[in-house]
């Protein structure tokens, strides 16, 4: 029987190649869509699940609440906070502390190399307490992780760094310097982190080798907080997480007295950490806003092509009627007819399910490209049991109905070829209609949003020049070294200017903390933000003057440049005014004149408000130098750049990087947002597009001799055109009426994400309705035009 099901099956999908090619077509461009979607959510929502105790790991974070009433929100916590977690919370099952590294200079010598070579790491090296290891899950290779970091000067390192410094050398045993300031011992090698872990450290040293890398650093000081701290533990019951925190703010009381109202420290589960976009070092891929919207676009790219399916299997149902009829009559039961539709669809999604994979497996790699992890698209076993779930979910969801409308037939009116008296199924398929093209128009008015949205973030004026300037770490401070390397460079016409600074004018690294103003024995509100910099900072990075004068160069801070948002705070309207007066600052208790203004600059991205800052001198944390070149940088110039730095720090690694490709990943979550909306607004419509044709092809077909007789009748060709066209884009502007304010609303809320951000203007809408229509029009009518020029001769012999 079965047998017999699969041949009809197959004779009527032959016969109606034109409707199964537009089906599987839609189908598997739907399906394909919908688990691109599902491995880019899935990769995310797997972070740090790879942890055994997952459920039961927290860590300590930070909320400073401001006198102004604002508050800040910090991944760190203070490294003592971990001793007394172990020591006096019996909710606590382990604690530990890691201070990571954001960029740590690596000397390795081979025994068959006369010199070093030498590596620099940015951000994936740790020194960290033994404990850790009783947290957080990494597979030991070789060494032990309860005796590996015990000692001094002793490292532990994965598999890949193994192979970058030692090939196939067994790395044990051997020895790396640090920074040119300590040798360290390889006690373990452990294997690479999943790729979907949010705390990539590949070299873990000691916390015993802290004193060698950081000897003014005290581990035991509760008034040091830094982003590069953080405090990790697991709790016995996750259910006890309220009851710790309810216990943090005495503790905060006991090391902060009367600044506890200030230090709020809170727990975070392991699960929140990789989407908390509130705190600087949580770095989230994307924002959890983003994996609900890209989940619900998956979830209408997967409707809209099931509705293509169910408009033509119900569009079709009258050329079938007589089948149907025949089949009831000899003895065929609803449920028969319902399996052999079901099988149909069955058919034609698997064949789509196949192309589908392919068109997965074809697209990763695109895909890949575009994200900053290293290839977080990965088919596996969860996306193949997804696949069949959806293969399931499409059959029943595409075939069910128009099974059960078939199958429910009367046989007597269906073979008398009275099944379209009744119209049932005419208002379903219109409302299908309106719901793809609604669809559409929202994706058209958020594609356009989010492209002007970062066009502007990208071409906004920042305050500063971001073209042609070359950023270089700077590893030693010195001014000896840094002035040699300075004036090595000025000798080079191509080059403008050089500038050594903590930080770039935007960077996401900020630093500071309260000020006294105006001679006032109290501090300020509201915090104030600190670039460090030399004098040529300002020429450097384009940075313009509002009043008074640049400050004098210097090695110590001695006086102070004010940005334009900080006389806004003060109240004060005239830059002159300030000029002359004095402020006290967290790093100079001596009040010290300010000498000029600068207008406002951007210090992080368009997320963000400009926020109250100054320019000092203070040469001792300085960590990169800018350099200005002549138009675009030729090779010439950075083996220029490169040559003067090797000749005055031989034993540092040169590393550079623009600038503008510096400041383009504040915005890397939005170009991913513009090139995923570009694409599933193309497929949304490309889906649509086919069933719209498919329902056209089929109404073409039966009013092939009503266009005859109207032609015979003198009829002209427009308005053939405009009969037949008439319906279909009726449907398609309902569709638009419908969609525009939800789209627009919805935008708008994703603005919200910026300080600074571009309005939703009435000419988006426009142009996306136009987008909308045209594309629909252009649809119907290429099949209108070609019913409409037929030989009406023809038309009238069509049986």
Not at 74 to 84: C, D, G, I
Not at 409 to 432: D, E, I, M, T, V
Not at 436 to 451: N, R
Not at 655 to 674: G, R, S, W
Request: charged fraction near 20%.
């Amino acid at each position: 029987m079965l047998k017999n099901y699969l041949k009809i099956a197959l004779r009527n999908l032959r016969a109606k190649r034109v409707y199964t090619t537009l089906n599987i077509i839609g189908l598997s461009v739907g399906m394909a869509s919908g688990l691109l979607i599902f491995l880019f959510i899935n990769y995310h929502l797997s972070t740090d699940r790879h942890h055994r105790k997952f459920d039961r790991i927290y860590r300590a974070v930070v909320d400073l609440h401001l006198e102004d009433g604002s508050v800040e929100y910090y991944p760190e916590a203070p490294l003592p906070m971990a001793k007394a977690f172990r020591s006096d919370y019996s909710q606590v099952e382990q604690a530990a502390y890691l201070k990571m590294n954001r960029e740590l200079t690596v000397s390795v010598r081979l025994p068959d190399q006369s010199s070093a070579t030498r590596f620099l790491e940015l951000n994936t090296t740790a020194l960290v307490e033994r404990e850790l290891f009783d947290i957080l899950d990494y597979q030991w290779l070789q060494g032990n992780s309860k005796t590996a970091l015990q000692e001094p000067n002793t490292v532990a390192i994965t598999q890949s760094l193994a192979k970058k410094y030692f090939g196939s050398l067994d790395p044990m045993g051997r020895t790396i310097n640090l920074n040119n300031l300590t040798e360290a011992k390889i006690t373990g090698v452990l294997a690479d982190p999943p790729k979907t872990t949010n705390m990539d450290i590949q070299l873990f040293i000691s916390i015993a080798t802290l004193p060698r890398l950081m000897p003014d650093f005290n581990v035991n000081d509760w008034g040091w907080l830094n982003s590069t701290d953080r405090v990790y533990f697991t709790l016995k019951n996750p259910l006890s997480a309220p009851q710790l925190e309810a216990a943090l703010p005495a503790l905060s009381k006991k090391h902060f007295g009367e600044n506890a109202s200030v230090f709020q420290f809170h727990v975070q589960r392991l699960a929140d950490v990789h989407f908390d976009v509130r705190r600087v070092g949580g770095s989230p891929t994307v924002r959890p806003s983003l994996l609900w919207s890209l989940g619900v676009i998956g979830l209408f790219l997967i409707l809209i092509a099931c509705i293509n399916f169910i408009n033509m299997a119900t569009a079709q149902a009258l050329s079938r009627g007589k089948e149907i009829g025949i089949r009831k009559t000899l003895g065929s039961t609803k449920r028969q007819v319902m399996f052999q539709f079901l099988l149909e669809t069955a058919l034609i999604v698997l064949a789509a399910a196949v192309l589908a994979f392919l068109f997965t497996l074809i697209c990763i790699p695109v895909f890949n490209q575009w994200l900053p992890n290293d290839s977080p698209f990965q088919f596996n076993t969860q996306a193949i049991v997804f696949l069949l779930l959806l293969i399931g979910t499409v059959t029943l969801l595409a075939g069910g109905y128009p099974a059960f409308v078939l199958s429910g037939f009367s046989p007597w009116a269906a073979l008398k070829g009275q099944l379209n008296k009744s119209g049932k199924n005419l208002p379903l398929r219109k409302l299908l209609i309106v719901f793809q093209f609604g669809i559409c128009q929202a994706l058209l008015v958020g594609t356009l949003v989010v492209t002007h949205q970062v066009r502007y973030l990208h071409e906004s004026d920042l305050g500063f020049t971001k073209d042609n300037v070359v950023v270089i770490n700077l590893p030693d401070p010195s001014k000896t070294a840094f002035e040699a390397f300075r004036n090595d460079l000025r000798q080079s016409p191509s080059i403008k200017s050089v500038s050594a600074a903590y930080r770039p004018p935007a960077a996401t690294v900020m630093n500071g903390g309260s000020f006294k103003f105006g001679g006032k024995s109290s501090w300020e509100t509201f915090p104030i933000r600190e670039r460090l910099a030399d004098s040529d900072y300002l020429e450097t990075y384009g940075l313009h003057l509002a009043a008074g004068r640049n400050i004098s160069p210097g090695d110590t801070i001695r006086e102070y440049l004010v940005n334009e948002a900080l006389l806004k705070k003060l109240n004060i309207q005239d830059p002159q005014q300030i000029l002359g007066r004095k402020m006290e600052t967290y790093l100079s208790p001596i009040a010290l004149p300010i000498v000029g203004v600068v207008k406002d600059f951007h210090l992080r991205s368009f997320h963000e408000e400009i926020q109250p800052c100054f320019i000092a001198t203070q040469s001792d944390r300085y960590k990169k130098v800018g350099v200005k070149i002549a138009g675009q940088g030729s090779k010439q110039t950075l083996q220029f750049i490169q040559q003067s730095w090797q000749k005055r720090y031989p034993n540092e690694v040169f590393m550079y990087e623009y600038l503008n490709d510096q400041l383009a990943k504040f915005y890397e979550t939005e170009t991913l947002v513009f090139q995923l909306s570009v694409v599933f607004a193309g497929i949304a419509i490309l889906i649509s597009c086919l069933g719209l044709y498919g329902l056209v092809l089929f109404t073409m077909t039966q009013r092939t001799k009503e266009i005859g007789i109207r032609k015979v009748l003198g009829a002209s060709l427009a308005s053939i055109i405009a009969l037949l066209s008439t319906d279909f884009l009726q449907l398609v502007a309902l569709a638009i009426f419908i969609a525009s304010p939800l789209a627009w609303y919805a935008m708008n809320q994703w603005l919200q994400d910026f300080a600074y951000h571009i309005d939703v203007e009435w000419w988006m809408i426009a142009l996306a309705a136009t987008l909308a229509t045209t594309i629909a029009l252009t649809t119907v009518s290429f099949q209108s035009v070609k019913a409409a020029l037929m030989n009406p001769v023809k038309s009238l012999k069509v049986e």
